[in-house]
């Protein structure tokens, strides 16, 4: 079984940064691509941000110049840094990864249990 644990989440003023944690744990053989997601009130949940394990990186348009995604393979954590936060980057952020896990070994896709991001004066 693997577990995904976000951190970081909060409110700042526009403007401001945040800097998201996920950490993997579990019976882990190897991680594929870890991602963010969000979801704001009454909309879809979107791709904010991928990473792949050799540092290949995806952004959402709406994001591109003002978060950047990282990762550590050997702590199996990715990080999410937002700068210039706006009022409609409110939403709660989710983690995403594909894993290699025992037993089998099997791939899962696994989610964690998402962090409240609010961008208010």
């Known amino acids: 079984q693997v577990q995904l644990v976000e951190s970081g989440g909060g409110l700042v003023q526009p403007g401001g940064s945040l800097r998201l944690s996920c950490v993997a744990s579990g019976s882990i053989l190897k991680i594929n691509t870890m991602d963010w997601y969000r979801q704001a009130p009454g909309k879809q949940r979107e791709l904010v941000a991928a990473?792949?394990?050799?540092?290949?990186?995806n952004y959402a348009d709406s994001v591109k110049g003002r978060f950047t995604i990282s990762r550590d393979n050997a702590e199996n954590t990715v990080y999410l840094q937002m700068n210039t936060l706006k009022p409609e980057d409110t939403a709660v952020y989710y983690c995403?990864?594909?894993?290699?896990?025992?037993?089998?070994?099997?791939?899962?896709?696994?989610w964690g249990q998402g962090t409240l991001v609010t961008v208010s004066s």
């Open positions: 995403r990864a594909l894993a290699l896990a025992v037993p089998g070994p099997r791939w899962l896709e696994v």
């Open positions: 990473i792949t394990d050799g540092g290949r990186t």
